[in-house]
């Protein structure tokens, strides 16, 4: 005679509460990643522009010293649609960028001073490959990864409104 087998109250309070306890557990590691250190700056704190590509306006935050730049896009969750970080130099040069503690997947257009867009890239979140303009630059400009290519932006359109580099 065969008995249905009856799984003892442990064995079933482990199979059902173990899966909650990683997946808590897991969801505040992620919150953990997300929060910003001691010393970095609030998306608020950037000082922010409109800039225009073509018919779209967008907000950009503006990282134009080096602690800005270092940080960048750094431990943001997300992006607004038309929302991104307006990279300035003060040198025409290849300027590299990477995603480490980038949580977002993102789009990078490098440009001249008079805006033109020489390359345009595509970067996955927490990575640490070179994403390197193939031309000398003093602006870049981070969006969600595909927005220029949604909006039908490609290297020799112009972005308007840029401040100029110092």
Same mark, same amino acid.
């Given at each position: 005679?065969?008995?249905?087998?009856?799984?003892?109250?442990?064995?079933?309070?482990?199979? &059902?509460?173990?899966?909650?306890?990683?997946?808590?557990?897991?969801?505040?590691?992620?919150?953990?990643?997300?929060?910003?250190?001691?010393?970095?700056?609030?998306?608020?704190?950037?000082?922010?522009?409109?800039?225009?590509?073509?018919?779209? &306006?967008?907000?950009?935050?503006?990282?134009?010293?080096?602690?800005?730049?270092?940080?960048?896009?750094?431990?943001?969750?997300?992006?607004?649609?038309?929302?991104?970080?307006?990279?300035?130099?003060?040198?025409?040069? &290849?300027?590299?960028?990477?995603?480490?503690?980038?949580?977002?997947?993102?789009?990078?257009?490098?440009?001249?001073?008079?805006?033109?867009?020489?390359?345009?890239?595509?970067?996955?979140?927490?990575?640490?490959?070179?994403?390197?303009?193939?031309?000398?630059? &003093?602006?870049?400009?981070?969006?969600?990864?595909?927005?220029?290519?949604?909006?039908?932006?490609?290297?020799?359109?112009?972005?308007?409104?840029?401040?100029?580099?110092?």
């Amino acid at each position: 005679m065969r008995f249905p087998l009856r799984p003892s109250l442990g064995r079933l309070a482990r199979a &059902v509460l173990v899966p909650v306890a990683l997946a808590l557990a897991a969801g505040g590691m992620q919150a953990a990643v997300a929060q910003i250190p001691p010393g970095a700056k609030q998306p608020s704190e950037f000082p922010h522009l409109k800039l225009r590509a073509g018919m779209y &306006v967008i907000d950009a935050a503006v990282a134009a010293n080096d602690p800005d730049r270092e940080q960048g896009l750094m431990y943001r969750s997300q992006l607004a649609p038309n929302e991104g970080m307006l990279f300035v130099f003060n040198e025409n040069a &290849v300027h590299c960028f990477w995603m480490k503690n980038t949580l977002i997947p993102l789009s990078i257009a490098f440009m001249r001073a008079d805006g033109t867009i020489t390359d345009i890239d595509e970067m996955q979140a927490e990575t640490t490959n070179n994403h390197c303009p193939r031309n000398n630059g &003093v602006y870049a400009l981070e969006m969600s990864k595909g927005w220029f290519a949604a909006k039908g932006i490609k290297p020799g359109m112009k972005i308007d409104g840029l401040p100029q580099p110092q």
